[in-house]
């Protein structure tokens, strides 16, 4: 009796539909960790910083808690140079680049593994032409069977035992194998892969909000460093002045060498602080090239002074119990557990039975028309059952070694987490101190201002020696560089308050491409 292909397939799937069914996937199975039972970020509630009045920047900033984060939250500084040139860097930079395409590796692998859930289908066809000796044939048959397929004499003339026997055999066949994913093996390494891919994910979306980060960090750097340069030019114009009116006075005898010789030094020491800022920007600069991807020869046209930056004053601060799932890092190290896990149960699966089903169909024949004809066909259905009995300990000891990962994975999960509450909670107390500070600065280069000029006007009338001028005017140059200093960290902490709470990427526009 005949057995068509398709009661072949019919038969060889019907066991493996049982099998699959009445399997399992052996090991530990994921659970996500509980939420910290975290209630704020201070011991003390946040409301609303300290301000400093007629100073931009220094406007006070309050804390919305569970405000949402919107993905391209630069732009509450309100700085169209900024937006331009953080849209420029998240569209070229490499690193975006690079993280897209491990995502998308990661996926594929994923795709790749899920293979081995169907059946393995194969497809050979062969060729043989062949010639053999005469006198080895049967004298007694007029001509030789190969496959149970007579097969006449190349020359029937000929003596049949001098007869060249040639002839052609074409052989085809399909072989179906499946190997049922009983105690889930490939279950549990697709689930893996899964979780890789997803850290893949979110390691693209820390890559975003780092790359944002940067672009909006640089730029305050050089607004700052501009600033410095700037008040520090300022500071070089008044000391050249001074140490002009002080040698016209010594001239006219009523200043002494070592008055000028003080200033001469100060002003030195000031013009020394310049060649160090300048090499700062040009750094900046540099960096700003290359986070938009360009040379250091291709310059960009944006630049940034402090009045071009506007300070959010209204800043979110997400729920203690939301960091978890917006924090990139936390999210990436939980995907890394879930992979941990899943190879504990790829271990003890590879320590299991193994079952494979094989069948196979074919033809053959000297026709190629007639491969499945005249008793050509034929077909054959084997399964088997591997079970690992000794490999040294091999798979004992990777199980072993899988299950020292999982707890790995768990513990630096556990330390991203306190990290993550760490960031945001120094940022929060950052941005307070910057507000105090600010405000400290503020205060203290008015002062310093004010005795400078009071300074100044006693030693023009004699009541003040040349050396408490020289010390009001040190403290008045130092005051203005801090406060410089003091603004500049007020809006980079604020820039980092946005990246410590996640970066906003779950409201990326191009996301369902994830």
């Not at 992979?339 to 003890?348: F, L």
């Not at 094989?358 to 004809?373: H, I, K, P, R, V």
């Not at 259905?381 to 091999?394: E, L, M, R």
């Not at 004699?462 to 140059?477: C, K, P, R, V, W």
């Amino acid at each position: 009796m005949r057995l068509s292909y398709q009661s072949l397939v019919t038969s060889m799937m019907a066991p493996v539909t049982a099998l699959f069914l009445t399997s399992c996937a052996v090991g530990p199975n994921y659970k996500e960790p509980a939420t910290p039972p975290a209630a704020g970020y201070t011991s003390n509630p946040l409301a609303t910083t300290s301000s400093v009045t007629n100073l931009p920047g220094g406007e006070a900033q309050s804390f919305i808690a569970g405000q949402d984060i919107a993905f391209d939250w630069w732009k509450t500084f309100q700085c169209p140079q900024l937006s331009r040139l953080v849209d420029e860097a998240l569209s070229r930079n490499a690193s975006i680049t690079a993280a897209w395409a491990a995502l998308r590796q990661a996926k594929e692998q994923v795709y790749a593994q899920q293979g081995a859930y169907y059946p393995s289908v194969n497809a050979d066809y062969s060729l043989t032409r062949q010639t053999v000796a005469g006198n080895l044939a049967n004298s007694s048959s007029p001509g030789w069977q190969a496959n149970g397929i007579d097969i006449a004499p190349l020359q029937s003339s000929s003596p049949p035992y001098n007869s060249a026997l040639t002839w052609t055999m074409h052989v085809a066949q399909l072989t179906v194998g499946y190997t049922p994913d009983i105690f889930g093996l490939n279950r549990r390494t697709v689930e893996s892969l899964d979780a890789q891919a997803a850290m893949q994910r979110f390691e693209l979306d820390a890559a975003y909000t780092s790359l944002a980060s940067s672009v909006v960090g640089a730029a305050i750097q050089e607004a700052s460093t501009r600033s410095q340069m700037e008040a520090t030019k300022k500071i070089i114009d008044a000391n050249v002045k001074m140490l002009a009116a002080l040698k016209n006075q010594r001239n006219s005898g009523y200043a002494c060498d070592v008055a000028v010789a003080a200033q001469e030094a100060a002003l030195a020491q000031v013009e020394a602080a310049l060649p160090t800022l300048q090499k700062q920007l040009e750094q900046t600069r540099d960096l700003i090239r290359a986070l938009v991807d360009n040379l250091p020869d291709q310059d960009v046209p944006e630049t940034f002074q402090f009045s071009s930056l506007h300070l959010p004053q209204d800043l979110p601060l997400s729920l203690p119990s939301d960091i978890i799932r917006q924090r990139p890092d936390v999210r990436a190290a939980e995907e890394n557990m879930r992979s941990m896990n899943a190879q504990v149960g790829a271990a003890i699966a590879n320590r299991l039975p193994e079952f494979t089903i094989t069948a196979n169909g074919s033809g053959s024949a000297t026709l190629f028309t007639e491969m499945f004809s005249h008793g050509g066909p034929g077909w054959s259905i084997a399964g088997d059952v591997s079970q690992p009995v000794f490999q040294g300990f091999t798979l004992l000891h990777r199980q072993r070694a899988a299950k020292q990962a999982w707890i790995q994975a768990k513990a630096q999960y556990r330390s991203t987490v306190i990290a993550a509450f760490e960031n945001v909670a120094d940022t929060l107390h950052a941005l307070e101190s910057d507000a105090d500070a600010l405000k400290a600065t503020d205060r203290a280069e008015h002062a310093a201002r004010h005795s400078l000029d009071l300074a100044t006007a006693q030693y023009q009338t004699g009541y003040a020696n040349y050396l408490a001028l020289l010390s009001a005017e040190q403290t008045y140059d130092q005051a203005v560089i801090n406060t410089v200093q003091a603004l500049a960290n007020r809006y980079a902490d604020t820039a980092a308050l946005f990246e410590a709470l996640g970066g906003g990427w779950w409201n990326r526009p191009d996301l369902t491409k994830n």
